[in-house]
């Protein structure tokens, strides 16, 4: 080989290299990330919050992608994916209740490693990281948020005081409605079947993620409901889908409402029963609970047994087949400082994860100070189901159904859906 020939293939291998490490770095440089809110078209302040942070991430020099998925099927749809090994995110939002699949299919990316060298690990909540880690010691998710489920209820609806027991409501209200809020699908579980019937006692999952909510203590839970339901106290809207439900609160014709305490975001225009108006912005609820007129409690529950509010928290995952991993965890390390949390809390409607963000004026507020009461005296864990979605629509399908015809039997209606929803899981793990 001549000189000339052997420098011209040297400075070709420059080139190649040069160009491979511009490919690397181009792709370092695009972010592909899943939530469940809509950047393109903000609707309200998760929305907002959303094209907010990726705006301001793209001033760091990286194209972030928001692919947007349906807040109830996102856990599914994350799943599917990455068991078909097809097109996934190098980030995705996960509701922490929905790990148990991912941690059985090995299919996200451990983050303790990470965690072990994050400048924030010493100011993330143990409470919200225990709440990201599996049964293994796998840590699968970087909690995000914390939220819960509660009453709100109109003062002078209740002029005796809210006593917020179910075989109480429709005695005490003067309102049409005694209470509203969500029962169908996966989110109707959440903030209204599974705080009412753990105050009954009842045990929805057992250890290895199946079904056990056939028992005893569930009749007694849905039969208190229908003879709500029975007395007209519950509206129709309450068993739909959808979210027509909402607006019986907000016109004040229902006197209680079953939320989240990320709903202020969305509760507006208010109106007490009295009159009262309240304007339609995210600050309603605020200034209603200030002026007195709208106070807050635990979700309803029988008056024989103690509470429960879940323990709603989210996080950011990493697909082990991520294609830009070390991306990933750049824009996470971005995102965890305590003022981007306490804006990511502040805007979904929850407390911040990050211990420092607890001193921020934000979570001072009546509201902020009630709802952190409320998850800190009755918040419990939500069952470990091995498809926690699944899981959740099935049995809210099941008790609206019930609900709806009375004729049925109870107990044999509940442990079909459970032997159903069983012999699914049963089926996905191959036996």
């Known amino acids: 080989m001549t000189k000339r020939t052997r420098n011209g293939v040297l400075l070709l291998l420059m080139v190649l290299v040069a160009l491979s490490v511009s490919a690397v770095a181009a792709q370092d440089k695009s972010l592909t990330i899943w939530t469940v809110y809509n950047s393109d078209s903000p609707q309200n302040d998760q929305d907002k919050w959303m094209a907010g942070l ?35 995110p190098d980030v995705s939002y996960v509701s922490a209740a929905a ?32 709440g990201c880690t599996a049964s293994t010691g796998e840590i699968l998710c970087i909690p995000t ?12 609806a209740y002029p005796n005081g809210y006593d917020g027991s179910i075989e109480d409501l429709a005695d005490d209200t003067t309102t049409k409605y005694a209470i509203t809020g969500k029962s169908a699908d996966v989110f109707g579980f959440d903030v209204f079947f599974f705080p009412l019937m753990t105050s009954y006692g009842v045990k929805f999952a057992d250890d290895k993620g199946l079904a056990s909510w056939a028992a005893p203590e569930a009749v007694k839970g849905v039969e208190a409901i229908r003879a709500l339901y029975a ?10 889908t959808g979210f027509d439900y909402e607006n019986n609160f907000k016109d004040g014709s229902a006197g209680a409402f079953m939320a989240g305490s990320w709903s202020y975001v969305f509760l507006n225009p208010l109106k007490t029963p009295s009159g009262k108006e309240y304007p339609a912005d995210s ?21 024989d047994g103690k509470p429960t ?25 971005w995102d965890m400082t305590t003022a981007r949390n306490v804006a990511y809390a502040i805007s979904y409607g929850g407390l911040p994860t990050l211990k420092s963000g607890l001193a921020d004026a934000a979570f001072k507020t009546p509201y902020w100070t009630g709802v952190a009461a409320i ?11 091995f498809d926690s979605d699944t899981a959740k629509q099935k049995f809210a399908d099941t008790v609206v159904d019930l609900i709806q015809h009375p004729d049925k039997d109870i107990l044999s209606t509940l442990r079909t859906a459970q032997d159903e929803y069983n012999a699914e899981i049963a089926a996905a793990r191959g036996g």
């Open 99 to 130: 790990l148990s699949p991912f941690a059985i299919n090995g299919t996200l990316t451990d983050l303790r490693d990470f965690i072990a060298q994050a400048p924030w690990k010493d100011d993330l909540d143990p409470v919200a990281l225990a």
């Open 54 to 88: 990726i705006k301001d991430y793209q001033a760091e020099g990286v194209t972030l992608k928001n692919v947007t998925r349906p807040f109830d099927t996102i856990s599914t749809d994350l799943n599917l994916a990455l068991l078909a090994g097809g097109n996934v």
């Open 283 to 303: 600050t309603a609820v605020e200034k209603a609970l200030a002026a007195g007129d709208l106070q807050l409690a635990p979700p309803i529950h029988t008056k």
């Open 309 to 333: 509010t879940s323990l709603v928290q989210n996080g950011w995952v990493i697909p082990k087949d991520s294609k830009n991993i070390e991306g990933a965890k750049a824009f996470i390390n």
């Open 145 to 156: 948020t914390m939220a819960t489920t509660l009453t709100y209820y109109w003062k002078d």
């Open 375 to 385: 998850l800190e005296e009755y918040g419990a864990a939500p069952p470990t189901f």
């Open 231 to 240: 007395a007209g106290k519950i509206p129709d809207t309450a068993l739909a």
